[in-house]
T-cell receptor, first 113, second 113 residues
Framework: DVKVTQSSRYLVKRTGEKVFLECVQD?????MFWYRQDPGLGLRLIYF???????EKGDIPEGYSVSREKKERFSLILESASTNQTSMYLC????????????FGSGTQLSVL | DAKTTQPPSMDCAEGRAANLPCNHS???????VYWYRQIHSQGPQYIIH???NNETNEMASLIITEDRKSSTLILPHATLRDTAVYYC??????????????FGTGTRLTIIP
């Protein structure tokens, strides 16, 4: 089975800190995604990447950046964390442009104090 | 991507069939219907997808109306482990630079013992 691993299950950070959320997939998938999930709002796409060193903005990219230096790893960066970035962050991957079945990690619950 | 409408919550007795409806009246001809579910504290899990024909796999069946404006996910013999939030999503095949998959708020399905 495809495994998508997020480095932390729970994370607590202070306002203004730089935060790195790491995601690794083990099945050579081309596409990787970062979502955030908030009560009543469903999942919202932050950024995605369809190849190494490539990235595209999703629906809510403000305040975030991403890095994909290797195919298996997709990092989400909060340059200066704010309290409104407290959320559940979900990473996902899919095989290729022609296979949209997403595999998700278990999520990182980030609290910014 | 077309917008979907799902009831916010449903109950189903254990052992019975759970039928989850989804309206997607603005669906385009090349858009697929996808279903995912999210069990508490986990990332979403792919269930099934289809274009116009009914589909069945080991987890569920997907019934799409002839006009494709609505669909029903069927869990034939619901168990307590099927308690989850179920998301219906419609989207076109991945195109270069258009790999967004938008999740709504889904249906919270509770299986009653």
């Amino acid at each position: 089975d495809v495994k998508v691993t997020q480095s932390s299950r729970y994370l607590v950070k202070r306002t203004g800190e730089k935060v790195f959320l790491e995601c690794v997939q083990d099945m050579d998938h081309e596409n990787m995604f970062w979502y955030r999930q908030d009560p009543g709002l469903g999942l919202r796409l932050i950024y995605f990447s369809y190849d190494v060193k490539m990235k595209e903005k999703g629906d809510i990219p403000e305040g975030y950046s991403v890095s994909r230096e290797k195919k298996e790893r997709f990092s989400l960066i909060l340059e200066s964390a704010s309290t409104n970035q407290t959320s559940m962050y979900l990473c996902a991957s899919s095989l290729s442009q022609h296979n949209e079945k997403l595999f998700f990690g278990s999520g990182t619950q980030l609290s910014v104090l | 991507d077309a917008k979907t409408t799902q009831p916010p919550s449903m109950d189903c007795a254990e052992g019975r069939a759970a039928n989850l409806p989804c309206n997607h009246s603005t669906i385009s001809g090349n858009e697929y219907v996808y279903w995912y579910r999210q069990i508490h504290s986990q990332g979403p899990q792919y269930i099934i997808h289809g274009l116009k024909n009914n589909e069945t796999n080991e987890m569920a069946s997907l019934i799409i109306t002839e006009d494709r404006k609505s669909s029903t996910l069927i869990l034939p013999h619901a168990t307590l482990r099927d308690t989850a939030v179920y998301y219906c999503i419609v989207r076109a095949p991945l195109n270069f630079g258009n790999e967004k998959l938008t999740f709504g708020t889904g249906t919270r399905l509770t299986i009653i013992p």
